[in-house]
């Protein structure tokens, strides 16, 4: 059906929808390194991570040669009352731009937790229930995770405790009252609760706060409290896993019509949405059925791919989580306090660091001001309020676009929406009033984090 008209919006009927997982790690031929113990600097062992993580996840992060895992049937009840996510073709975009491109954007905010991390808050909070525990701990930053486990922790009555970083809980309450109004227990970090958190606090007191710090505060809850696990929002592999949902729906709608596209675009993190996006596709890249361009966008305020190094580094700042090898600013670097645009994490996915080591996926840094821009531009054109993470995205596909008019190539881009601005308003008036600053750390700022990584081998 190549030649019929493209709906705006191509939608998948029930028997149309993922009914697995797909693993890309099952296809590259060089593996991502595995994570390693802090004390040992050996492999992690399942038995060693399954005294922080379900069992299942465990079994689910180790696999690196098992291509599909099928998706449990009450997890695709939960995703039916939110999925096939639409997969929307950007006409009104494609006409303001006066290219040629053609412009696909799969949007994950049309849930109530705003973004696509509950594709695998569901996941993870179903195998915690499985397991019979009685609930999970986690950190949040901005708060969009927070809010999707908290929803998934309500519907299957798990309970469910949030570290938020505590600038996040005093400039985002209401973030903060979503996930209590679904149950969740939301203390702000670091916090007098942990070891962990009150040696942060005597270090550095009046810290607001860190991912890395939440992280080491969630985890130590986890392992000190019975029937309790942890769970994490992106950079690991299960995430990458569940989120391939997103992938694999974008590839199936775009199939049925006949479109295949050329450049695939996605925002990175910790790299969870843009590996679920790209997933399938990088799949037939590696198994040489088909090329694709991948891009991965950052912010230069905190560029983990296109500045950092790859090494092996802590996830967190407490140095209690396995050691993963990964592009990375060092576990110490925060983004300055200007920055609003999210993507905050040090580091980056295993498995997207080893992409993009072998030269698989390109990586680029943009400017808050430039990304604020391209959400501006967007919202008025194609109505959605996109989220400022998400707009880093947006501003690459744009570019992408208006070099395709210079050209007069009829590229087809792809690019993930990862989800809704509704909490970001603070951040969009600061856009506004033009308060907002770009920071970008220099060289020599850099150099200071690197110098804490750890010496392994
Ligand atoms: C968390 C988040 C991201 C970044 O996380 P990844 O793990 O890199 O996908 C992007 N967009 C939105 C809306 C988010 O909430």
Redesign the pocket.
């Known amino acids: 059906m190549p030649n019929e008209k493209i709906p705006y919006k191509i939608y998948l009927n029930e028997d149309e929808m993922p009914r697995a997982w797909y693993n890309l790690r099952a296809d590259m031929k060089r593996k991502p390194a595995p994570l390693l113990n802090p004390g040992t600097h050996q492999p992690m062992t399942a038995e060693e991570l399954s005294g922080v993580f379900c069992e299942e996840l465990v079994k689910q992060e180790l696999d690196d040669t098992t291509a599909n895992f099928e998706i449990p049937e009450e997890i695709r009840n939960f995703y039916k009352m939110y999925r096939p996510s639409p997969l929307v073709r950007a006409y009104c975009l494609e006409e303001r731009l006066d290219t040629p491109a053609k412009i696909y954007y799969k949007f994950e905010g049309n849930n109530t937790s705003g973004?696509?991390?509950l594709n695998s808050a569901i996941a993870q909070a179903y195998y915690a229930k499985k397991q019979g525990l009685k609930g999970v701990t986690t950190e949040t930053g901005a708060g969009?995770?927070g809010t999707a486990l908290s929803m998934a922790c309500a519907y299957l009555g798990l309970d469910c405790k949030v570290y938020m970083v505590k600038c996040s809980y005093e400039q985002k309450p209401f973030r903060r009252e979503v996930m209590r109004t679904y149950g969740a227990s939301v203390t702000p970090s670091p916090s007098m609760d942990t070891q962990v958190g009150r040696k942060i606090l005597a270090e550095h007191p009046g810290t607001t706060g860190s991912l890395g710090c939440a992280i080491s505060e969630a985890v130590e809850t986890a392992v000190g409290s019975e029937g309790y696990r942890y769970v994490l929002?992106?950079v690991l592999n299960q995430v990458m896993l569940h989120q391939s949902v997103i992938g694999l729906e974008a590839k199936a709608a775009l199939d049925k019509y006949g479109v295949k596209p050329d450049t695939i675009i996605g925002?990175?993190?910790?790299?969870?949405?843009?590996g679920g996006l790209i997933a399938p596709f990088m799949g037939q890249k590696l198994r040489g059925e088909a090329d694709y361009r991948f891009i991965a966008v950052e912010p230069a305020s905190c560029p983990s791919l296109t500045r950092g190094v790859y090494a092996y580094d802590f996830c967190d700042t407490g140095m209690v989580c396995p050691l993963a090898k990964m592009y990375t600013l060092g576990s110490g670097f925060i983004p300055s306090a200007n920055h609003a645009g999210?993507?905050r994490y040090h580091g980056m996915s295993s498995t997207l660091s080893e992409l993009y080591h072998q030269g698989l996926m390109e990586a680029t840094s943009v400017k808050q001001t430039e990304v604020f821009e391209a959400a501006e531009y967007f919202a008025r054109v194609e109505g959605i309020l996109p989220?400022p993470?998400?707009s880093h995205a947006i501003r690459v596909a744009i570019d992408e676009a208006r070099k395709c008019k210079e050209t007069g190539e009829e590229k087809t881009i792809l690019f993930g929406l990862?989800?809704t601005g509704y909490f970001d308003m603070t951040a969009y008036e600061k856009f506004h009033d033009g308060q907002m600053e770009d920071y970008i750390p220099t060289d020599a700022e850099l150099e200071q984090y690197r110098n804490t990584l750890p010496k392994i081998g």
């Open positions: 973004s696509h991390k969009q995770w929002g992106s925002c990175a993190g910790g790299g969870s949405n843009l999210g993507l989220a993470e998400s990862t989800g």
